[in-house]
């Protein structure tokens, strides 16, 4: 959603750069990127300055909305595929397909690695969502996925010091779902302090108190991916 205008929309795709839709109800393509970029489905972030699009083996896209202009950060990215990405306040969390976290807060000039320690096989994981905290500065929320190992079980995990330490978050998520567990996304609600949402492979959670127990919000929904 546009933060300067409330019903204008984006949306990334596979091939086709980001689409816009707006008061006209219909899609249109939005300041054309180079030719068959693949948009990942949760790296894509709008500000009220900035287009940030993550990418499939060209990295991170940035369009200057006062400039008009796109830019490639993907310089000190430890890879090109840009799986997840959040902005707030002036930084930005990127994550990767080898289940690395970095952040800026100079406009991409320079990254810190503010990867999630202790990871098993951090190489094969692979970071598939990322939420800055809409209030509480520092906090952001990180899901990831470790399907090139077998593995369908949640990872979802918190911090509240840009990344300098990280709290893992599944107490009460089901580890062996129909479909498999895996955490697809984790948003925060933009009103109520302490809510979260998280979606897996098979259905969809909540969390009252920040992430620290979380409970089904399937109630009627059938077992689909979230």
């Known amino acids: 959603v546009d933060p300067t205008t409330a019903n204008t929309v984006y949306a990334g795709t596979y091939g086709g750069g980001v689409l816009r839709l707006d008061s006209s109800g219909e899609w249109q393509a939005f300041a054309d990127l ?3 970029l693949v948009v990942n489905p949760n790296a894509l972030a709008v500000t009220d300055a900035r287009v940030y699009v993550g990418t499939l083996d060209h990295g991170l896209y940035v ?3 006062s400039s008009r202009r796109w830019s490639n950060w993907a310089s000190g990215l430890p890879s090109a595929n840009v799986t997840a990405l959040a902005a707030a306040r002036g930084y930005l969390y990127v994550g990767t397909d080898n289940g690395l976290v970095h952040l ?5 000039k320079s990254w810190k690695d503010v990867s999630i320690p ?3 096989a951090p190489r094969r994981a692979n970071v598939t969502a990322i939420e800055a905290s809409h209030r509480a500065a520092g906090t952001a929320y990180v899901a990831v996925e470790y399907l090139r ?4 079980a949640p990872y979802l995990f918190r911090t509240r010091d840009y990344g300098r330490s990280w709290t893992s978050i599944v107490n009460g998520l089901p580890a062996s779902e129909p479909s498999g567990s895996f955490a697809r996304v984790i948003r925060e609600d933009p009103k109520r302090p302490g809510l979260l949402f998280a979606g897996t492979e098979s259905s969809v959670h909540v969390s ?4 620290d127990m979380w409970q089904s919000l399937t109630l009627d929904l059938p077992n689909t991916p979230v």
């Open 34 to 36: 180079p030719a068959d």
């Open 63 to 65: 369009y200057d909305r």
């Open 104 to 108: 800026t807060r100079d406009g991409g």
């Open 118 to 120: 202790g990871l098993a």
């Open 149 to 152: 190992t077998g593995n369908h």
């Open 208 to 211: 009252f108190n920040d992430g």
